[in-house]
């Protein structure tokens, strides 16, 4: 108990010289994203979203910002956000399968099943073999094993003459 004691005071005191350093006009966006990470560490929700607000509507941040913010909103099961933030990511990097898993992630928290297939349809578009892999592991996705169109998905097509993976067995059934 003492050692997270400990933990959360050494955050708090990193806290306030970041918060030092954004009141001297001295930040950079590294120090910014870390002192975005000790408010979500620390539950300091009002300033993490303020923060994480500002982010979102700036039209100049390099894209890994959003990653990052889609990452931190996803933790924080603020699926909207996190969706929001992915979608932006994506405006620059269409080719990153991983972000349109995280994209179609966030769809399913939204219940959004249509777009969360269209999500992961990209994913796999773009990822292939690799991408699909992860879909049939990944247990967020739980709620779209059941559909016809998840399991089509999912599973590679056949070499001609060769047969299946017996772990892809489960994923045949319709």
């Not at 408010?39 to 700036?58: D, K, P, T, V």
Request: charged letters at 25%; one cysteine or more.
């Amino acid at each position: 108990m003492l050692e997270m004691g400990q933990g959360a005071s050494q955050a708090d005191a990193r806290r306030m010289e970041l918060e030092k350093l954004e009141r001297e006009g001295r930040m950079d966006l590294r120090s910014a994203l870390e002192l975005l990470s000790l408010y979500q560490r620390l539950n300091m929700e009002a300033h993490f979203m303020g923060m994480a607000g500002n982010f979102m509507a700036s039209s100049n941040m390099p894209a890994d910002v959003f990653a990052t913010l889609g990452q931190m909103f996803g933790s924080a099961r603020k699926w909207d956000l996190a969706g929001a933030a992915m979608r932006r990511y994506l405006e620059k990097n269409a080719g990153n399968y991983r972000a349109w898993i995280d994209l179609g992630c966030a769809e399913v928290g939204c219940g959004r099943q249509a777009e969360a297939m269209a999500a992961l349809t990209r994913a796999v578009s773009v990822g292939g073999d690799p991408a699909r892999e992860i879909l049939r592991k990944d247990t967020r996705f739980s709620p779209l094993w059941p559909r016809a169109d998840f399991k089509n998905l999912v599973v590679p097509p056949a070499p001609v003459g060769q047969p299946l993976s017996p772990a892809l067995k489960p994923f045949l059934r319709l």
